[in-house]
């Protein structure tokens, strides 16, 4: 008897919107092809439950003393935010726009974190007006511009600083911290900062921040930086004789999107930061880590149909409905090597491939392209495909401007019922805001 092969990447992410053997991808409980039929394509749906099921065991692995912030930057939809509020996180943002969404949302000020290298001061005055709890300072000129806006508006913003450690994170795709970074203050600079926040009484020192990367696979790694954080704030309260009651140890949990990805071992990571926040011993400080595409990215997929196909020198294309401008993500925007997000049809999704495609948007643009050579079914003009892993880095990281095609409408399906949370773009909302002289 044959061993049964291991579930791949694409049966793991479809094993999240329906069971193996259905006929039909659904999301949240609602065929993928009748949504479609109702909002129209291309279109992003989210699974309410999935948003909460995946906060739920992000907080019972980190345990009771950490407090998760939602990063509203992998997912600015304030639907999807109110769901993760009301299911018990904060929210991370960076920028003026974002404390907007996260307000409509239901965010108490005081929830917010605001991270960021180039605070204006637009973000200075509507984060204070907010009573935001903690602006994350990434450098001393930013504090010496929030400092004076502070002493002209009479304000009294809550500060951590950013620390950008001395060694970069192991195991993170994009590293954020270590060495020369635009982000966070190096550490040898920290001391004299705090000093001078705190001398200068002009903001409330509450404590300190990191993110040393993104796309994090290796859980002790990530844990043992965590660690590092509380080391360096316990010998930098030593040193300036003055508490740092708040430490954010940022996120970065790693999605797996591709074959070949490890998964993140998130009770390895918690079980090592719960054990790092018991030897603290501080019942009086308070702990932080912001995510964002851990928490969205399982619960989102992009719909799109075929619009055409064709066969080029022997090999088959679906021109699809959707591309790189709503999906940036799964078009390699920001990857140094493509790699295909997973693909599915709608109707009988675990249908074994028989055919090579390559499948692209409708961009006059050689970049606008989803996958080569990807193994599918063979389909045709008119079928429903499904991008998984969707939830994050869609449309807020696409160029959405390009050949001004209207928006896709995003849905959110919650207890079998869908509600559109964008509307769909028009044609004419290529002219939004032009003048002519």
């Known amino acids: 008897m044959q061993p049964t092969p291991p579930p791949t990447r694409k049966d793991l992410a479809l094993a999240e919107h329906v069971p193996p053997g259905a006929r039909e991808l ?33 907080r019972a692995a980190l345990g009771p003393r950490v407090r998760v912030l939602y990063a509203l930057k992998a997912n600015p939809n304030a639907a999807l935010a109110r769901v993760l509020r009301l299911a018990g996180a904060g929210a991370e943002i960076a920028s003026a726009g974002e404390i907007h969404v996260a307000r409509a949302a239901g965010f108490a000020g005081a929830d917010m974190h605001f991270a960021g290298p180039g605070k204006n001061h637009e973000d200075f005055a509507l984060a204070t007006a907010t009573g935001l709890g903690t602006l994350n300072l990434e450098s001393e000129a930013e504090y010496t511009a929030l400092a004076a806006f502070a002493r002209a508006k009479g304000a009294r ?28 203050v190096d550490e040898p600079e920290l001391l004299p900062l705090l000093r001078r926040i705190r001398r200068e009484d002009v903001c409330t020192l509450r404590g300190l921040h990191v993110y040393a990367g993104t796309q994090s696979f290796d859980a002790a790694a990530w844990a043992a930086n965590a660690g590092h954080l509380v080391d360096l704030a316990n010998g930098l309260e030593r040193d300036l004789g003055a508490p740092l ?3 954010n140890f940022g996120g970065g949990f ?7 990805d490890p998964d993140f071992d998130l009770e390895r990571a918690g079980a090592g930061l719960q ?19 851990y ?9 799109t149909r075929v619009v055409y196909a064709k066969t080029s020198q022997g090999k088959r294309h679906l021109i699809l409905d959707g591309g790189m401008h709503q999906h940036g993500a799964a078009a390699g925007l920001g990857s140094v090597i493509r790699r295909a997000f997973p693909m599915v049809p709608a ?26 050579d990807l193994l599918l079914p063979e389909l045709h003009a008119g079928d429903l495909l499904a ?4 939830g994050a880095y869609g449309l807020t990281f696409s160029n959405t401007m390009f050949l001004s095609h209207p928006a896709p409408a995003e849905v959110l399906v919650d207890g079998g019922q869908a509600w559109v949370v964008r509307e769909r773009g028009r044609p004419e909302d290529a002219l939004r805001g032009q003048r002519l002289p």
């Open 347 to 372: 109707r009988e999704p675990w249908r074994t491939g028989a055919e090579r495609y390559t499948c692209g948007g409708p961009l006059c643009t050689p970049a606008d392209e989803f996958a080569a």
């Open 245 to 247: 009651a708040s430490l």
């Open 26 to 58: 659904a999301i949240g409980g609602i065929a993928a092809e009748e949504l479609a039929g109702r909002f129209g394509t291309p279109l992003y749906v989210f699974a309410a439950e999935i948003l909460r099921r995946t906060l739920a065991r992000v």
């Open 295 to 303: 928490l969205t990215a399982p619960a989102g997929v992009y719909l």
């Open 387 to 390: 991008i998984l892993v969707s």
């Open 275 to 293: 054990d790092r926040i018991a030897r603290d011993a501080r019942p009086d400080r308070t702990y932080w880590v912001e995510l964002g595409r």
């Open 254 to 260: 790693g999605v797996a999107s591709f074959e070949g």
């Open 157 to 184: 913003p809550g500060v951590a600083v950013r620390v950008n450690p001395k060694d970069a994170m192991a195991g993170s795709r994009m590293k954020m911290g270590g060495g020369s970074k635009k982000f966070g």
